[in-house]
């Protein structure tokens, strides 16, 4: 399969903080998500994808061409989708897509209409003062009106009301019928996740603690609850993540080291979500 995008060996110094050794890739026909929490460096690797940051070290490619090099061609059959403003402030919403519609080849007015009806977006109010949901629309339609191959965004879904967030997830899934195309997407909101994406890459403090499939996921890892008495302190370590009340324990195990087997007692078993997959395996509190 050929890799739509492929990070290798990513390194990123700030003062106090490091990205190490970042590597993943994405194949064309898929969508991946990557999550993990607040300052885990998710915006910075997009940062470094996108060329907003410079990096230390490492590869970067975007249709196998190297992300610097050749930066224009690359960017102009991408759709970069995030909340912030690096739009032009004191324009009108409709000025600014007259300014940013010729600078696309791929530029497609009819998709353009359509998706401005739908998302409803008001054409005569300042880029300034369009809400953080939104602006997160108005980067979505541009992506979608040049019809981007591939789409990076960085938390695409949390400033926006159940209903568009439903529909961009549609969205999503639809443009994936093209299978030359690809979507790397950050979020905190991992249910989104659980409905579309096929690939998971989990970030913590700067390094990839998980990097495979969805299915992997769902079908190799377990969740187990049972009572305190019957977990001794070996059985304890065997677990990726485990927490305990004073009813009794629940914690993530992989099927395959088959600890339901060693464990006494009755216990109850339950697949996991990636909610559960990041909380185990960064052994935090998630809702963010
Ligand atoms: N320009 C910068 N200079 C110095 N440190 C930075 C800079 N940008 C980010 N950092 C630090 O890098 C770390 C990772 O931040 P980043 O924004 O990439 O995390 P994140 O996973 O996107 O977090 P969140 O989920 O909260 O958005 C943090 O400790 C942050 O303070």
Redesign the pocket.
Known sequence: MESILEVRNLRKD????SLKNISFSLDKGFIMGFI??????????IKLIMNL?RKNEGEIKIFGLDHIKYERQIKERIGFVYDQNYFYEELTLSEMIKIIAPLYKNWNNSIYQRYMKEFQLPLKKKIKELSKGMKMKLSLIIALSHQAELLIMD?PTSGLDPLIRRELLQILLDLMQDENKGVFF?T?ITSDLDKIADYIVL?EN?EVLLNTTKEDILENYVIIKGDKKNLNKKMQSAFIGIKENSFGFEGLVKKKDNIQQRLEGNIVMEKPDLEDIMYYFTGRDLNV
């Open positions: 700030f003062k106090d903080f993990g929490p607040n300052g885990a460096g998710k915006s910075t690797t940051l938390e950050s905190h970030l700067g």
